[in-house]
């Protein structure tokens, strides 16, 4: 869940190495530190808290280093103090490393390393790697030897990047497993290693994905792959897409801000290419690499992912007449689930490199189902990995809790669900057309959503400030809108909130209403849930609870019975959970800031989760 970089070349490696880490910090923000040569050999400085705090106090230590690491951690082993901060150093100098992942048998190594006199300087289990590569370069290996030497003694998933003084113009990758990626990319005057492709100078159009059990050396003079025996890799390389860039935050006052504000051009993004309005058409070309007959459909995901999943799986089963479930990817990871040829495992992860999600994929294809990956990295293992890989279309997202890439994600599996229904005849083409009618006027009532920001913000600073505990309810569709919503509380302002569907009510979330504790309800339009969720309302209000209603916008007995109101600024049932969750991301965004906490960069998280 770290970011990390390196740098081979013949400019100033500092300079590269700080602006690449402001570049990977949406990954992990505890800590972050850079190691470099230069004629006096390694120099590394590292600092807890943010790249800002390391670059106030290199003051040109690195002289003209040409080649370094870099590292932005997320904190599993050892609290996040400079001590614990990536790069780390050998017992004699002249190694050091930055690792993502985790070391399973990092005690065991720790102690047959103490044993033999060598001191730490970390709690981090990341520390055995420089000592061991230290130890085999004392023995006559090589760098790029030393390394994958000490790669095969770790249990678990890595990814390390070394430098060693001794051979002063080269920098060492290696990975085992989904501990995250690693890309090779050549700008016109270095190598660069990264995790991402967002560290890469805007130089490099293309990149080389290094593999499980792959290693790969860096030096002015060029590159080489290896595999884990040593045999030589030839590779080629992938062209880059503009979405993997980071924008510029420009007016916004934080990327949260920014992104959920251009919700709208956003999903232009997953529109393009794919929806003739004028013929009323849809084409997701993937679709047609797609088992013709499917049995059914198995949506998995983890957090805002496994949200969308359930928003996606409803509609996929709604349109498309296909058996759909949803499962946390983890959990379907830990288990052995009945799944066989004519099974697809739709695969939802905004990052594509999420450890748990992964996992899933890789045992879904063990039992011979079809893959496919919904996700805004087609660079990432995930979208490697699968059959199919599905872009939503919204380019790269930095902060962490994620908004564009949810809205993006929902409307992708819509869109799906609508393909795989009218090419099996399951959808009419009125229907099929109504559908595509409603995708068309989104962007648009996606605008005037956003556009009630303002009460919005004066909601958070009246009611939520002080508050601690909240629920969210909804029904159907709503019922993921609710949990997503919940989330953006839990992760922003760190508001313990529940996303409920209200059917539960009376089997045991009626026991938490109270005053103190608002319940935000999430009403349909018609049908006969809008009767059961003014029921809801009723239940609430009658334990002196209040009631925070999001209705569409005509709703004139909701807006009088609710103590507060949210409209919905549209008429069409098809926009309503696209729509609601735009003011529950504002709202949580705005609590956030009313209680002081920076919403980007929430406490104990981070963007990618690439460990167990």
């Known amino acids: 869940m770290c970011g990390i970089v390196g740098y081979a070349g013949n400019g100033d490696a500092k300079t590269f190495l700080l602006r690449a880490l402001k570049d990977l910090e949406y990954r992990g923000y505890d800590s972050a530190g850079i190691a470099a040569i230069n004629g006096d050999g390694i120099t590394t400085i590292k600092r807890a808290g943010r790249v800002s705090a390391l670059e106030e106090t290199i003051n040109g230590q690195f002289g003209q280093a040409t080649t370094g690491i870099g590292h932005t951690r997320w904190a599993t082993h050892g609290a996040p103090t400079d001590a614990n901060a990536h790069p780390h150093l050998s017992y004699d100098g002249k190694v050091a490393i930055a690792h993502n992942g985790i070391i399973e048998n990092h005690d065991k190594l720790r102690r047959r390393l103490e044993d033999d006199g060598i001191e730490f300087e970390s709690q981090t289990d990341s520390e055995v790697i420089a000592h061991l590569i230290a130890r085999h370069m004392q023995a006559g290996d090589s760098l790029l030897t030393a390394t994958k030497k000490t790669s095969r003694r770790l249990k678990g998933l890595s990814v390390i990047l070394a430098i060693s003084a001794d051979e002063p113009d080269a920098v060492v990758g290696v990975r085992i497993g989904y501990a995250g990626s690693l890309m090779m990319g050549e700008s016109s005057d270095a190598w660069i290693l990264a995790s991402n492709a ?75 290419g794919r929806v003739d309005f004028s013929n009323k058409r849809i084409d997701i070309p993937e679709l047609a690499l797609l088992p013709p007959e499917l049995n059914r459909i198995v949506l998995a995901g983890m957090g805002t992912s496994h949200f969308a999943a359930m928003t996606g799986a409803r509609r996929i089963e709604r349109l498309a007449r296909i058996p759909t479930s949803v499962e946390y990817a983890g959990e379907l990871a830990d288990r052995d689930p009945v799944m066989g040829e004519r099974d697809l495992l739709l695969a939802v992860t905004q990052s594509g490199e ?80 109504r559908h595509v009618q409603s995708i068309a006027s989104l962007p648009g009532a996606i605008n005037r959503t956003l556009g009630q920001e303002n009460e919005i913000e004066d909601l958070a600073y009246d009611r939520f400030i002080n508050v601690e505990n ?22 922003t302002a760190y508001v313990h909130a529940e996303g409920c569907s209200a059917s539960e009510m009376k089997h045991g979330i009626n026991a938490l209403i109270q005053p103190d504790t608002p319940a935000i309800v999430l009403v349909p339009e018609n049908g006969e849930l809008r009767n059961k969720i003014l029921t809801s309302i009723y239940e609430v209000q009658s334990r002196s609870g209040e009631v925070i209603a ?63």
């Open 550 to 612: 999001l209705a569409q916008h005509g709703d004139i007995e909701v807006q009088a019975l609710a103590d507060a109101w949210i409209p919905i600024p549209t008429d069409d049932d098809e926009h309503t959970p696209f729509l609601m969750t735009i003011p529950l991301q504002q709202l949580a965004y705005h609590t956030a800031i009313a209680r002081g906490y920076n919403p980007d960069r929430p406490r104990n998280l981070a963007k990618t989760v690439t460990v167990a």
């Open 354 to 433: 999420t450890y748990d999600t992964l996992t899933a994929i890789e045992k879904a294809k063990s039992v011979g189902s079809t893959v496919a990956v919904v996700t805004a990295n087609v660079h990432s293992e995930a979208a490697r990995m699968a059959d199919v890989a599905i872009d939503i279309g919204s380019g790269l997202e930095v902060a962490v809790p994620a908004t564009k890439t949810f809205i993006n994600t929902m409307l992708v599996l819509y869109m799906m669900g609508l393909q795989l229904g009218r090419n099996a005849g399951r959808l009419s083409q009125p229907d099929f057309d």
């Open 198 to 272: 967002a560290a890469m100078p805007s130089d490099v159009n293309a990149v080389t994905h290094i593999d499980h059990c792959e290693a790969v050396r860096i030096s002015t003079d060029g590159a080489t792959i290896v595999d884990v025996v040593g045999n030589l890799v030839e590779k080629e390389s992938v062209k880059l897409i503009a979405g993997n860039r980071i924008s510029e935050i420009n007016e916004h006052a934080h990327f949260m801000h920014k992104e959920i504000s251009e919700q709208a051009a956003t999903v232009q993004g997953a529109l393009r």
């Open 470 to 491: 909240m629920l969210i309810l909804g029904r159907g569709d709503l019922f993921p809108i609710a949990m997503e919503g919940a989330l953006k509380m839990k992760e």
